[in-house]
């Protein structure tokens, strides 16, 4: 009966031990970028000018997407209601990346000059 005590108390060691670590991952995962919110038909195109039009765009059905500052890569945006206030202007995002889909997940998102 001990054993089997102990042997569980290790097993229940070991599974907080492994949840700690990926909650600790998620958090590591996460990114501080500058860049864009702009419209998934132009893109980068309004990195910088065309609020009005990204606004249109976007009222019109079109996705917001992220445009990455320094690269000028385009990236959807897996929660579009946390831009909805800065549509077409330069803004500073903490966000978790997905590389594989070339999304983003915006944690805090605030304007930027």
Same mark, same amino acid.
């Given at each position: 009966?001990?054993?089997?005590?102990?042997?569980? $108390?290790?097993?229940? /060691?070991?599974?907080?031990?492994?949840?700690?670590?990926?909650i600790?991952?998620?958090?590591? !995962? /996460?990114?501080?970028?500058?860049?864009?919110? /702009?419209d998934?038909?132009? #893109?980068?195109?309004?990195? #910088? /000018?065309?609020?009005?039009?990204?606004?249109?765009?976007?009222?019109? #059905?079109?996705?917001?997407?992220?445009?990455?500052?320094? *690269?000028k890569? $385009?990236? *959807?945006? !897996?929660?579009? !209601?946390?831009?909805?206030?800065?549509? #077409?202007?330069?803004?500073?995002?903490?966000?978790?990346?997905d590389? !594989?889909?070339?999304?983003?997940h915006?944690?805090?998102?605030?304007?930027? *000059?």
């Amino acid at each position: 009966m001990k054993r089997i005590l102990a042997s569980l $108390v290790v097993a229940c /060691s070991f599974a907080a031990v492994a949840a700690g670590a990926a909650i600790a991952a998620n958090a590591a !995962d /996460s990114t501080t970028i500058n860049g864009w919110i /702009s419209d998934s038909m132009c #893109g980068a195109k309004h990195a #910088g /000018s065309g609020a009005a039009c990204v606004k249109k765009c976007v009222s019109g #059905g079109m996705s917001p997407v992220f445009v990455d500052e320094s *690269k000028k890569e $385009v990236w *959807k945006i !897996d929660n579009p !209601d946390a831009v909805k206030d800065y549509l #077409g202007s330069k803004v500073t995002i903490t966000a978790k990346a997905d590389a !594989d889909n070339k999304s983003v997940h915006i944690d805090s998102i605030a304007e930027s *000059k």
